[in-house]
């Protein structure tokens, strides 16, 4: 074999482990979603989401658990995203290069690295006990708004950021104030993009366990919340307890199951909205 | 203004929290509530560790020789068992002779060891307090045992958590970075467009699965598969941890590296094809060592989420306290220790502010693997301008 046709050979080799590698990739995901999916389905029902558990959770519906997770996506979205939009367009508008905003983009960087079961700590000190939430919506949901700010400011920031500067000018340029700019060009134009970060945002809330172990989730609770200072029942932590700590594990499987569906399904079509909202964005503005 | 400093804010919050609370742990005897330990006076020891106290009371030490003491055979005494030494007459119905009965029961038992909260100390009392160290942040980090809610003298050493996060998250990168990097490189040179657009939404959507749900995969999948592999009795081992986080550590270290490897710039590779180097060559020699210290991020990064990952750790590594030998074994880690103590531990006792210690420990390793990615991505910016 000459140099060439071994340089050829290589190539090739590489390329295609390459290429069997990432759809091993691919094949991860589609084994865990198939065998989920292939064995939860069939126990989701009219019944099943709108029921309240039953025999010791081995029977019966989630239904408090999904009102759970969704008072806990309102309140933290209530809590996070007023804050973390403000904040980004803070930093990509006002702030000036230097020091400072290096510091808190770092410091927005470790917000976001700080892991989940460190919020849960920190949710458990400061609301629970120290504000003396107790165990409740409002404990968690606070927790769990910290713990997507980050997400939000990045994503407010990075909108804003791929907005051509001539824009910004023009508006100036007729007389706005940089307040007006921001209200009537730079946030409207950045705004679907903000809400893929808001939805994807809303993702990881809805599936976070950690953070809600200690400041909000009820093990059994089959009744719905009736003031932000109850605590509620919610999927992901449901799925936990049922899989693990339940006195009838083996009985309980199927709910296990169903609860898994129900939170796949949730991540998979906010995933789905995200991508058709960047997707139409993209064609709009030709960005991406 | 006051909004872009929330972040600030909240690190800082979180810090001031996370550390009041782990620091109070530290110089405070290991003794739950306020008990004290005496001996006979007679007995020369004045000091003991907590293992030691541990070890006396599983009964491993038995005689006070091998703490190199006298010969006499150690006897315990503690609250339970009250009712072998003494009637309830004896003690009182408000345990009001209670003080008493243990001074004269300590003065008469040469090898005796008693643990009993101070309220029942004898005002006159002839026995002997026993020191104990106070629990240190050293002991914390360096003892090898477990045992936060241990009777009478709790065993705060976190060195098996500790080592146990490091290596359940290593071999998961170990297992994470061929093929993410594998993938990364894929989707930057070696994909077309329409490929590359239908692997994003997929692995955002593998970064976007709750954990919890790959802790129930694990469970269900991963474990029995592991347990039939190796012919193990269980199969929540270190080894499912890690299979399983290096699947959730993927989408992270294919997103960094394939950014850092894309940001090559086009001359520099165009000048490798231009030498006569085909595209795997310009790949080797070129791309990969441009983007290093991306992909070096990147791996950083994915560690940094396999050490704070809990919920999917928690339900497959079988959550043993102990120093790992092997990968086929159970282990514990340092996140999955509070998710699964502290809804037992009660408020602001030592187990509460233990666990808070770990949240520290956790804390700062993340912060510093944090800073560490800041800083070798500033670098890489210096180096391209």
């Given amino acids: 074999m000459d140099t060439s046709s071994r340089k050829r050979l290589a190539e090739n080799t590489a390329f295609w482990i390459f290429r069997i590698l990432s759809l091993g990739v691919i094949g991860i995901l589609f084994s865990i979603l198939g065998f989920i999916l292939s064995k939860g389905l069939s126990v989701i029902s009219w019944d099943f989401i709108t029921k309240m558990p039953e025999d010791g959770m ?55 690295g700080i892991p989940s079961i460190v919020f849960g700590l920190f949710g458990m000190a400061l609301f629970v006990n120290g504000m003396g939430f107790g165990d409740s919506i409002i404990a968690g949901s606070l927790t769990l708004g910290l713990l997507v700010l980050p997400i939000i400011i990045r994503t407010t920031e ?12 023009a508006s100036l340029a007729l007389g706005a104030t940089k307040l007006q700019t921001i209200g009537r060009v730079t946030l409207p134009m950045a705004m679907p993009n903000i809400i893929t970060g808001i939805i994807l945002s809303i993702g990881r809330v809805s599936g976070e366990t950690a953070p809600i172990l200690f400041t909000v989730a009820a093990y059994f609770l089959p009744k719905l919340p009736t003031s932000i200072y109850d605590q509620v029942m919610a999927l992901p932590y449901h799925l936990y307890v049922i899989s693990t700590s339940g006195t009838n594990i083996q009985e309980s499987r199927a709910m296990a199951y169903g609860t898994a569906v129900v939170l796949i399904l949730i991540v998979l079509i906010l995933n789905l909205i995200a991508n058709a909202i960047r997707r139409s964005l993209g064609k709009k503005y030709k960005i991406n | 203004m006051i909004s872009s400093t929330v972040t600030t804010l909240t690190v800082l919050l979180i810090t001031i929290f996370l550390f009041k609370e782990g620091t109070s742990l530290f110089s405070q005897s290991p003794l739950e509530g306020d008990n004290i330990i005496v001996v006979n006076s007679s007995n020369p020891i004045a000091h003991i560790s907590s293992i030691q106290i541990k070890d006396i009371f599983d009964q491993k030490i038995t005689h006070w020789d091998s703490l190199g003491g006298k010969k006499d055979s150690i006897i315990l005494f503690t609250f339970n068992d009250l009712s072998t030494y003494f009637s309830d007459d004896e003690i009182g119905a408000n345990f009001e002779f209670l003080p008493h009965k243990i001074d004269s029961l300590v003065n008469i038992e040469p090898g005796i060891i008693a643990v009993f909260s101070k309220k029942y100390l004898d005002p006159k009392f002839a026995g002997k307090k026993i ?166 991020a990147a791996a950083i990064l994915g560690i940094g989420r396999a050490i704070g990952e809990t919920m999917a750790v928690l339900m497959v590594t079988g959550n043993a306290a102990v120093i790992p030998h092997s990968l086929l074994q159970p282990v514990r880690t340092i996140p999955a220790t509070i998710a699964a103590e502290l809804g037992e531990a009660p408020k602001n006792g030592i187990h509460y502010k233990a666990l808070f210690a770990l949240g520290c420990i956790l804390f700062l390793i993340t912060m510093i693997i944090n800073i560490w990615v800041d800083y070798i991505s500033r670098k890489r910016g210096n180096y391209s301008k």
């Fill in chain 1, 158 to 169: 990075e909108s804003l950021k791929a907005i051509d500067n001539s824009f910004r000018h």
């Fill in chain 2, 131 to 296: 020191k104990i160290d106070n629990i240190s942040v050293t002991q914390f980090l360096s003892e090898k045992e477990w045992f936060p809610t241990a009777n009478p003298a709790v065993q705060l050493g976190a060195l098996p958590l500790i080592l146990g996060t490091l290596w359940v998250s290593l071999i998961a990168i170990l297992i994470a970075l061929p093929i993410g990097l594998a993938t990364a490189i894929y989707l930057a040179e070696v994909a077309n467009a329409k490929m590359r657009n239908i692997y994003k939404p997929i692995i955002e959507l593998l970064a976007g699965i709750p954990s919890v749900v790959y802790g129930f995969f694990g469970l269900i999948v991963i474990v029995p598969m592991v347990q039939q592999t190796f012919n193990l009795p269980v199969g929540e081992t270190a080894l499912s941890g890690s299979i399983l986080l290096a699947i959730m550590a993927l989408p992270t270290i294919i997103t960094v590296s394939e950014d850092a490897i894309r940001n090559t710039p086009r001359s520099m590779k165009e000048a490798s094809l231009a030498l006569g180097a085909n595209r795997w060559q310009t790949i080797v020699r070129v791309t990969i060592p441009n983007s290093i210290s991306g992909i070096s």
């Fill in chain 1, 58 to 112: 081995t029977k019966g519906g989630i239904y408090p658990a999904i009102i759970g997770t969704f008072y806990l996506i309102a309140g933290s979205m209530l809590f996070a995203f007023p804050i973390g939009l403000m904040s980004g367009i803070y930093t990509n508008e006002y702030a000036r290069e230097g020091k400072i905003k290096r510091f808190i983009k770092l410091m927005t960087a470790n917000l976001a």
